[in-house]
Each structure stands twice: as C-alpha cells, then as structure tokens.
C-alpha cells in the first residue's frame, strides 16, 4: 500500500469515527446533550466583533472553557475570560481604548438534559451560568458587573441525525456597580444598575460528509433596563449568517459568521442598532475531549 493511500484511509477513520455528546455544531445556539459522566473537554473561544457608525471598533472575546461530566445527565463547566478592545474616534460616546488580552472575568456553569434528540425523540436541557466581569463588554472600561444567565435548549434531529435543529431562550439578569459623586456633599455613592437581556438563538446545520456540518443560525438579542420595575425594552438586534462545524473522536470546531441584519432603535437612513451591537461578528470555537 503506497504511503498516500495509507495516509488516506487513516484520514477517512478519522472522520468517520462519531462525535462525542454535547456536540457544538452552532457558534451560538448550544445543543440539548451533556458530556457523559467521567468524561472532559477543553474549549477555546474567539469571538471577533467590529464595525461601529463612525470611527474604528474592534473587539475580541477569549474564553478558555473546561467542561465536566458529573453524571450522563448533569454536567459542570468552568470559564476563563479575556478581553481586547480597540476604540478610536467614537467620542464621546465611547472613550478611546487600546487593550490586549485583558483579564476580563470569571464564569461557571450547570448543565441538566432532561430528554435526549437521539433517545427520546426531541432533545430539552436546561442551563444556568452565575458569572464576574471587570471589563464592561462594549466600551472596553474597567467596571464590576455580575451576571446571572438562564437558558432553555430545544434539539431536534431529523433525516437520521443528518439534519440538526437547536433553538436556546435566554434570560440573563445582570447588575453594574455605578460610582457616583454628589455635587453638594461631594459624598462617593455606589449604585447597583440592574438590567435585563433577552435572547433568542436558532440554528439547522446538515452533514454533508461525514463529521462535516454546514448550515445556517440567527441571534435575536434584546435588553430591558431597571427590569424590576417594569419590561421596558431599550435596544434590540437580529443577526443571522452562515455556519460549519467539524466533529472528530477527539477534537472539533466550529465557526459561525453573524452580520446584524436590523437593529432599533438606529440613526435616520441606517437599519442597524450600533450602539450596544456591532455591524458583524465572527465566533470560532474549538475543542478537544478527553
């Protein structure tokens, strides 16, 4: 057997030898499986977000993930967060920032599967994930925010698990803290500004070879501030793009490409709310398990 006919059937083992469970085949929306118990997996995110009315905006969010499986059924994640910032010529709405890599945060997660795609028909998990920042997410400004995000994941597989539909509801309470000065006492006051997101994630990815996914996802993402007294929404954006992901024995990744299509509120003549939001977004994500 020549060496490029060996080298070809080692590859072709390769990717068709099946995924594991909790397969990433969305950059955004997550699937209804969880690890099983004793077993690991290491993540890298790169998320890269750009494009402002005016001026220069870049950005980009890093999470090293370690994911856990306690039982079949429950399993416990563990983030890192890193952020960079690069904002000139947005004043004074944003403040000039150039920062690399900058330690942004802390995040941990739960994960429950109640009905499993491949056994019971559809797929239903529920996610809850506490977590800590020093970085504030659009203007790239030390603050203190905590978070608190709940998530509702809906698998459905069809065609023999070739086609995959994910939908995820999110409802994440968040708090910054806020210094204030008095302008008569002088006297520093801190503040705690609450604010509500909601999110809605979609996305139907297809094999089109083995291990090989290509498809299509959307992000409806909104916030509701001081939400204690009353949902009024402030912003809100869709997104949708393309999608592939690759899934082997051991290692996988995923990258989903996600322009804003419609934003409001937006300037007179724009579609886009680019304020809290970005023109587009790249996430890759890739993962090893073990």
Partial sequence: MSRHV????????LSATPAWADENYFGYSYGAETLPKGKSEAYLWL?????????????QDYKLELEHGLTDRLQVSGYVNFQSHHIRGLEPELANVDRNF?????????????????KDGVG???????GWSRIHNVEGERTTELELEFKAIVQKNFLDDRLIWATNLTLEPEWEKEKEVDPV????????????AIEVTTGLSYRVAPNWFIGAEGRYHSEYPDWTSGL?????????????????????????????????PHEPGRSLHLDEHEKREIRFKVGYNF
């Fill in 185 to 196: 006492s002088g006297r520093r006051e801190t503040e705690w500004e609450k604010e509500l």
């Fill in 102 to 118: 900058g330690f942004k945060g802390l995040q941990a997660s739960l994960k429950y599967n109640v009905l499993s795609p491949y």
């Fill in 124 to 130: 239903l998990a529920f996610y809850v994930e506490p």
């Fill in 47 to 59: 998320t890269d977000r750009r494009g402002k009315a005016e001026g220069h905006y870049d950005a």
């Fill in 6 to 13: 060996a080298l070809g059937a080692v590859l072709f083992v």
């Fill in 232 to 264: 009024h929404r402030e912003h809100y954006a869709f997104f949708a793009g393309p999608t592939i992901h690759y899934g082997g024995k051991k290692w996988w990744f995923t990258a989903t490409y996600l322009p804003q299509i419609y934003g409001s």
